[in-house]
């Protein structure tokens, strides 16, 4: 009985050893894909802390911004510009506490070398299996061309309704006189002479 129950324990401690290995090595292939993912990944990517400590950026967010993997808190805040800072700290304060999983915005940013780079972000919490979750990932995308391209389309667009106001207006006043004179022409006038309203006519013709 004993050597019975010997094997029992034996083969349920070997089970436990397999499955835990076998969590152990899906949690590590799942961080390597992450790592993958994260390095090779085609627009920045950085990796907070739930308090916006800086943990890693992968190399496009190093390009597009600049700074230093060391960067703090309060670089972090430094390089979001101000009329962008009240969305942007709303936006990680809401996925840091568990509020929402994954939340996306717009906002002005600020690289080391001073360019002012507009980006679309992306918010995501982590999940961590049987704990709180306690980073998160920025997903940045540049959209500063994109944005000035847009400018400049408004701008051109604006101009050229204002030519074509200006256009109307000069025209106006001469094609008024125009039609006025056609109409009079219409309603056979007696003021006018045949030789005369033959002129007008060649007149408008012209």
Do not use: C, W
Request: no cysteine; charged share 25%.
């Amino acid at each position: 009985v004993k050597t019975g129950l010997t094997d029992q324990i034996l083969d349920r401690s070997i089970r436990y050893a397999i499955s835990q290995r076998n969590i152990v090595a899906e949690l590590e292939a799942s961080e390597h894909r992450f790592k993958t993912i994260f390095s090779s990944a085609p627009m920045g990517m950085a990796l907070h802390s739930v308090t916006g400590e800086f943990l890693e950026t992968n190399a496009v967010y190093d390009d597009l911004f600049g700074y230093t993997p060391d960067m703090t808190l309060e670089d972090l805040v430094e390089m979001v510009e101000p009329e962008s800072r009240e969305v942007t700290l709303a936006a990680f304060n809401q996925i840091a506490s568990g509020e929402l999983d994954t939340l996306a915005f717009e906002g002005a940013f600020k690289a080391a070398s001073g360019r002012r780079v507009q980006a679309m972000v992306q918010l995501t919490l982590l999940p961590k299996p049987g704990s709180t979750p306690d980073q998160v990932v920025a997903q940045v995308v540049d959209v500063t061309e994109l944005k000035e391209t847009q400018a400049r389309l408004e701008e051109q667009l604006t101009t050229k309704n204002q030519f074509l106001a200006a256009v109307s207006h000069e025209l106006r006043t001469p094609l008024t006189a125009v039609i006025g004179l056609a109409e009079l022409l219409r309603d056979g006038d007696e003021s006018f002479s045949r030789e005369q309203r033959n002129d007008l006519i060649s007149t408008i013709v012209d």
